[in-house]
């Protein structure tokens, strides 16, 4: 319910669109096929590690990287913004940073620390990086930094026991996060 709104979003950008699977059961691969989309099939482990697997995927010819989560889509200012400004970035730059909004049950969000809060989420291909931790996992780039103001909205349809269970697995992976910063159980870096 989530792939068609994310891909329309994207729909006026000038991009291949590459999705990055663990071999989904569901319809994801068929909606996929049918938007265009080039998939890779990845055994999950972590965000973390799929991402930076997908990152390896990519062909040498894609100039800038835009993470996306399929609960996510780009609003139609922001589209605009990076048609209009990205290909004025000077070669310093290594990322944007964009602000992201959560839209729960129908209602964005307007405080409570999850406002509106800039993220780094586009980057030039081969200056970024996801961090390798199990939770609040960033992308660490090479290069200056510019900031765009014009959001993508973070909207889940999934009713509010999906937003629990969700949540309760935020809460154990924070958990393993703690854990191997206090006994080393595991390869960490982070910013």
């Not at 950008?13 to 999705?19: G, Q």
């Not at 890779?40 to 989560?69: C, K, S, Y």
């Not at 406002?115 to 660490?140: A, P, Q, Y």
């Amino acid at each position: 319910k989530h792939l068609p709104r994310c891909f329309n979003s994207l729909s006026a950008l000038d991009a291949e669109i590459h999705v990055i699977d663990c071999f989904s059961t569901d319809e994801t691969l068929t909606i996929a096929r049918k938007s265009g989309a080039i998939i890779h099939e990845n055994a999950w482990v972590n965000h973390a590690e799929q991402f930076n697997w997908g990152l390896t995927q990519l062909p040498n010819t894609i100039d800038w990287v835009l993470r996306l989560d399929a609960d996510e889509y780009l609003t139609p200012a922001l589209v605009d913004e990076i048609n209009k400004k990205l290909p004025t970035c000077s070669d310093d730059v290594g990322g944007v940073s964009i602000p992201r909004r959560i839209n729960f049950l129908g209602k964005l969000i307007e405080y409570g620390g999850v406002g509106k809060i800039h993220t780094l989420r586009l980057f030039r291909s081969g200056k970024g990086r996801c961090e390798n931790r199990w939770m609040d996992e960033h992308i660490v780039v090479q290069g200056d930094l510019v900031k765009f103001k014009n959001e993508l909205i973070d909207e889940n349809l999934n009713p509010l026991s999906w937003w629990v269970e969700k949540h309760n697995g935020y809460a154990s992976r924070e958990a393993i996060e703690l854990l191997n910063l206090k006994y080393g159980f595991m390869p960490r870096d982070s910013i």
